[in-house]
């Protein structure tokens, strides 16, 4: 028997693999894939708002007047509008923070992981659009003109 000569299952294997790489492998995922995506990149950007926070609270021990400056720029609309994603990437990953410790240390969890994925996501909205208005109410009064 020799060692080059191909089965029909091996050959079918390699029509089905070529065919994958026609239509492309990019995966698209379920729900429970893109939690996951989300949780890490909510949880980076947070730990980044941290170490900024952490060096501009330093700026007043270094220098009292450069850090005024600095939070006086924090009061512009594109901080206040990064303001509103840093609450909504903080929520989302608290809340799906929680998910998670349910999936893995509930007995029911896994079976009710996508539930509590739509769940959360129901409940980041319900905070989120009444947060989001009260937050950007007084920079869109500043902008557009108000009381």
């Given at each position: 028997m020799s060692t080059t000569a191909s089965t029909a299952s091996e050959a079918a294997a390699s029509d089905r693999a070529g065919a994958s790489r026609r239509q492309g492998t990019?995966?698209?995922?379920?729900?429970?894939?893109?939690?996951?995506?989300?949780?890490?990149i909510t949880g980076v950007l947070t730990f980044f708002f941290l170490f900024v926070h952490v060096l501009d609270t330093a700026l007043?021990?270094?220098s009292p007047?450069?850090?005024?400056e600095v939070i006086e720029t924090y009061k512009t609309p594109l901080v206040n509008l990064l303001e509103v994603g840093l609450v909504?990437?903080?929520?989302f990953h608290a809340l799906n923070g929680i998910r998670v410790m349910l999936?893995?240390?509930w007995e029911k969890g896994p079976k009710f992981q996508k539930p509590m994925l739509w769940t959360i996501l129901a409940i980041?909205?319900?905070v989120m659009i009444p947060g989001a208005f009260f937050m950007m109410k007084r920079t869109v009064?500043?902008?557009f003109g108000g009381n």
């Amino acid at each position: 028997m020799s060692t080059t000569a191909s089965t029909a299952s091996e050959a079918a294997a390699s029509d089905r693999a070529g065919a994958s790489r026609r239509q492309g492998t990019f995966y698209r995922g379920d729900p429970g894939m893109w939690s996951w995506v989300l949780h890490r990149i909510t949880g980076v950007l947070t730990f980044f708002f941290l170490f900024v926070h952490v060096l501009d609270t330093a700026l007043v021990r270094v220098s009292p007047d450069t850090y005024n400056e600095v939070i006086e720029t924090y009061k512009t609309p594109l901080v206040n509008l990064l303001e509103v994603g840093l609450v909504g990437a903080v929520l989302f990953h608290a809340l799906n923070g929680i998910r998670v410790m349910l999936v893995d240390f509930w007995e029911k969890g896994p079976k009710f992981q996508k539930p509590m994925l739509w769940t959360i996501l129901a409940i980041w909205v319900v905070v989120m659009i009444p947060g989001a208005f009260f937050m950007m109410k007084r920079t869109v009064e500043v902008m557009f003109g108000g009381n």
